[in-house]
């Protein structure tokens, strides 16, 4: 049987609000237990909660840019659940009336080709606090610095077919709430957090499968991986003869398998309906006006520049655009460095695979755009050629300094002096004057694979500083003569 | 000292015929000695009222002025008070001391008020007897062998019995009116939003409004003077100008229009309040107001509909008490279920639980459209009923009780009985419109009360309407027996 995956999203990101969505207490992860929870935190009795009016224009933002109907009035309800660490027995969200409602956002896939995928709706809702488990002889501790934060929680559509179409939406979720500023995308941190409902359906069936969802996975590794596995599991079940069941699953990152947390049966009524104490956010054309004339250029945006005016490929220019921090990077290396094509090669490949191997993200790349940019500037005049460049790129990623002082004190210089290469080029042909022979009295083809061998001998001779271009020239005139 | 209304207390202090400390040190004794016989109050708080008072005394002294500066409160337990047990009536917050004031408080306080203590209270507002309270019953000064009633009870029982001038009480289906209304005092619920519900524990949060209790309609507009006004940190108060109550007390009732709802003068009413309803519209007619009857068509439906929508939200809104971070907790939880279960069964009351079952059952998921929802349509209709109704009175008048207070413990058995004696008052509370009640004779010694609804922020013209009615009638003015 062919199977059809099914995967829909709901990514909660933590906005980057200075104070809480409902009180003016800090944000600030990391904080001693407890030194972050007001009154309004605390869920102390008579308390009343007053909207955060960024939290709402970071909203704002988000449903513009994903090209969203922001909801002209929308509804904060409660919703109802006994938890130690939801400290008023409610949690405020939003229901019936969500102030993002439907949008959408293309992501990149793999070979190429883009795809739309459909946001149902976001909306703004509270942080709960923290258990903690540990150190209380058996007993459990609340934190309540987190019950609070202001959270966005973005419901896509099932519209992804593949654990990789839902890591590379998540991606762009990642990228465009950075890009917005609006969430620093920590995911280590719990910054974005992601339940996944994966459900499975025989190859043409128009109806979805039951779905599983898993629940508060928060790496993309951990999410392609957490999906993959659910994803054989419930094929597994169904072709020996089971059948699904609609339940709420944990992923067990050690064990590479989800687990099963409630049933349906199990889960709560939360007996939503409409905070007494909150009025209907009221969005006037005015503030939205305001909110879109502030948004910085988005990432498809961004894409179509990169094509036009650098002349990049649709996939490049996704690629360098897939992160603010990356396009910023890039742009800077142009502006240094000249060359656009030549700077997106290097940004993609030579610093891409040193920042995989260190495993650090752009903004800590041991590798400045300015020192990159500079040594583009070299690579440009011929003073290295680009495979020197590599040695240079590697000598600045261990911290030697910039491209021009790791050239001098190296002496990486290229040759480009005729006389210079004329002469190296002289003693070369003498060492090896039986395949100089050989060469003059082979015929056409045979002479081509030979030449390949005399311009290698060439470079090593010149410990590769010798400008290839030159040395071709008169190696070929050499010999031919 | 203790004869004194808040008015002659405010010019007493003013030519320094007497001090704060004086009369507050009067009055607190007066407490010690009467109100074992009532039980109105939770917490007396001597030793911080006496220093208040010297800190008023000295503001004055430096030259300060202010009605209300000196001069002596009780807030009904569920105003958070800093540092003073905050109880809301209930063994679940018996040891819950509040760490922050509620507005109500903090701008009483500023205004240089002297607060005695805290007054009993139907458990967390749910009541209109003031029999559910943990720390018992409350009584009718004008006999004690009846209720008050309530949620504010022992804010009405306290001034009726001038153990204090004024109180604060709070009404989420007439819980300042029907108190005011049983024990012969004027009562003032004001529009939803006028007064902050920052640091008032929540009952039903779109219902509760805090408001005076007091002798005289003069005294009601000093209190709501220090009361009322836009709060930042309760997003559904409002930012509406606060006028002068006390200025146009004395202004001309000509042309006044009167609404009398026909609903409001049938069957369940006692004919002896509708004829002294109809004596106070007389006084009215000759103060120059004309007479017109209107209808409230949906008036009907209020009961049911309150019933529902109140229960929902303070369903919702003690949750919080669960015996995690505060009030009470059960001894030795087995687990976190266990912990939950006891602490609540164990904390609340029976009509406390009754109401928060009701509303978690409206709330069901498969039930929220036909109760909740329902609800709030009958909500709006009533709305439309007042704009209606309002297009062509002024005010609108009626009984505030179909009964004069009934006996103790007479409905405890039978709670729907006793949630119908709100059929007159829940209404204000559902539209979110101010409503007065001011004393209108007696029925077998019982006091009686009028209600007055105007449109929204017009507090002050039932103020003026029930002060001009009191130059000319004396019943406000008479004492029970024994105080």
């Known amino acids: ?481 | 000292m203790h004869q004194l209304t808040l008015a002659e207390i405010a010019r007493g202090l003013a030519d320094k015929s007497f001090s704060s400390e004086e009369l507050t040190g009067a009055l607190l004794s007066r407490i010690k000695q009467l109100d074992p016989q009532l039980n109105s109050f939770i917490t007396v708080t001597q030793a911080q009222a006496l220093d208040q008072a010297r800190a008023a005394d000295a503001r004055r002294a430096s030259g300060e002025t202010g009605a209300l500066l000196g001069a002596p409160i009780a807030h009904k337990d569920l105003f958070c008070t800093n540092g003073v047990r905050t109880s809301c009536g209930s063994k679940m917050l018996d040891s819950f001391t509040a760490p922050y004031d509620a507005t109500v408080v903090a701008k009483l306080a500023e205004a240089g008020m002297v607060t005695l203590g805290k007054t009993n209270m139907d458990e967390f507002a749910m009541g209109s007897a003031n029999e559910s309270s943990h720390y018992g019953a409350v009584k009718n000064p004008w006999n004690l062998e009846h209720v008050p009633g309530g949620s504010s009870g022992g804010s009405a029982a306290a001034v009726a019995a001038r153990l204090l001038p004024a109180t604060t009480g709070t009404d989420t289906g007439g819980s300042i009116r029907q108190p005011a209304a049983f024990t012969n005092l004027t009562g003032l619920k004001p529009t939803y939003g006028r007064v902050s519900r920052w640091g008032m524990i929540a009952y039903a949060s779109s219902l509760d409004q805090g408001g005076p209790l007091a002798r005289t309609a003069e005294d009601c507009a000093l209190l709501l003077q220090g009361m009322a006004g836009f709060d930042a940190k309760d997003s559904t108060s409002v930012d509406e100008p606060v006028p002068d109550f006390s200025a146009n007390l004395n202004a001309s009732l000509q042309g006044l229009r009167i609404g009398l709802p026909k609903e409001y003068f049938g069957a369940g009413l006692d004919p002896r309040i509708a004829d002294l309803v109809q004596a106070s519209v007389k006084e009215l007619e000759k103060l120059g107001a004309v007479v017109k009857e209107i209808s409230l068509p949906n008036m009907q439906h209020a009961i049911p509909a309150y019933y529902v929508i109140a229960p929902a939200e303070a369903s919702s809104n003690l949750s919080r008490f669960d015996g995690v971070r505060f009030g009470h907790r059960c001894e030795d939880p087995k687990d976190l279920t266990d912990l939950y279960k006891r602490s609540r069964g164990e904390g609340f009351g029976a009509e406390v639980q009754r109401r928060i079952m009701v509303g978690t059952y409206a709330l069901s998921a498969g039930y929220y459209d036909a109760y909740y929802v329902k609800a709030q349509q009958i909500r709006r209709l009533i709305k439309n009923d007042f704009m209606a109704a309002f297009a062509d009175v002024d005010v609108i008048l009626g009984p505030t009780t179909p009964n004069p207070a009934w006996k103790l413990g007479a409905k405890s058995s039978d709670p729907v009985a006793a949630y119908l004696e709100d059929v007159y008052t829940i209404t204000a509370n559902l539209a979110g419109l101010p409503g007065l009640s001011m004393p209108a004779g007696f029925v077998d010694g019982l006091p009686v009360g009028v209600q007055l609804l105007a449109p929204y922020f017009q507090e002050g013209r039932l103020l003026n309407i029930a002060h001009r009615y009191q130059q000319v009638t004396d019943w406000h003015t008479r004492a029970p027996n024994g105080f």
């Not at chain 1, 883009?114 to 058996?138: C, M, P, Q, W, Y």
């Not at chain 1, 719990?190 to 994966?198: E, Y």
């Not at chain 1, 990356?326 to 742009?331: L, R, S």
């Not at chain 1, 039986?434 to 060439?458: C, I, L, S």
């Open chain 1, 1 to 481: 049987m062919q199977w059809e995956v099914v995967i829909g999203l709901e990514i909660h990101t933590q906005l980057a609000t200075q104070s809480k969505i409902f009180s003016g207490s800090a944000t600030t992860f990391g904080s001693e237990p407890n030194t972050q929870a007001s009154l309004v935190d605390l869920g102390m009795p008579g308390v009343l909660p007053v909207l955060n009016q960024e939290a709402v224009r970071m909203a704002c933002m988000f449903g513009l840019a994903i090209d969203a109907e922001i909801g002209p009035r929308n509804v904060f309800a409660r919703k109802n659940y006994f938890y130690p660490d939801l400290p008023k027995g409610y949690q405020i969200s939003q229901m019936d009336l969500p102030i993002v409602g439907k949008g959408h956002l293309d992501i990149a896939l793999e070979d190429g080709t883009i795809k739309r995928i459909g946001v149902t709706r976001a909306h703004l809702e509270e942080d709960a606090g923290k258990s903690l488990h540990e150190d209380f002889n058996g007993a459990t501790g609340i934190d309540l610095n987190r019950a609070g934060t202001p959270l966005l929680e973005i419901v896509s559509e099932p519209d992804m077919r593949s654990a990789k179409e839902a890591v590379a939406y998540v991606k762009a979720i990642h990228a465009l709430v950075r890009y917005l500023g609006i969430c620093d995308g920590n995911m280590a941190e719990g910054s974005l957090r992601c339940d996944c409902n994966v459900s499975i359906r025989p190859k043409g069936q128009t109806e979805f499968g039951t779905r599983c969802e898993i629940k508060n996975v928060n790496s993309f590794r951990f999410i392609e991986r957490a999906i993959n596995s659910e994803i054989q599991r419930q094929i597994d079940l169904i072709e020996d003869g089971g059948k699904v069941v609609q339940e709420t699953r944990l992923y067990d990152p050690n064990k590479d398998e989800t687990r099963s947390m409630r049933s349906k049966e199990e889960a709560n009524d939360y007996r939503y309906f409409p905070d007494p104490d909150l009025l209907p956010v009221v969005i006037e054309p005015g503030f939205l006006d305001s909110v879109r004339a502030a948004l910085p250029e988005l990432p498809p945006q961004k894409v179509e520049r990169f094509q036009s005016q650098y002349g990049l490929s649709a996939y490049d220019a996704n690629v360098l655009a897939s992160s603010r921090e990356q396009a910023d990077y890039f742009e800077q290396v142009v502006k240094i460095g000249g060359d656009a094509k030549l700077a997106a090669n290097w940004v993609m490949v030579e610093l891409g695979s040193l920042l995989n191997k260190l495993g650090v993200e752009i903004d800590q790349s041991p590798v400045s755009a300015e020192y990159l940019g500079g040594m583009l500037l070299r690579i440009r005049d011929n003073t290295i050629s680009g495979k020197i460049a590599k040695t240079v790129f590697e000598a600045m990623a261990a911290g030697e300094g910039d491209a021009d002082s790791i050239i001098e004190s190296r002496g990486l210089k290229q040759v480009t002096d005729t006389g210079a290469i004329d002469k190296m080029l002289d003693e070369m042909l003498a060492a090896n004057a039986e395949q100089v022979e050989q060469y003059r009295a082979a015929d056409e083809a045979k002479r081509g694979k030979m030449f390949g061998f005399f311009v290698g001998q060439a470079m090593k001779a010149s410990k590769g500083k010798a400008n290839p271009g030159q040395v071709n020239q008169l190696l070929k005139a050499k010999l031919e003569g």
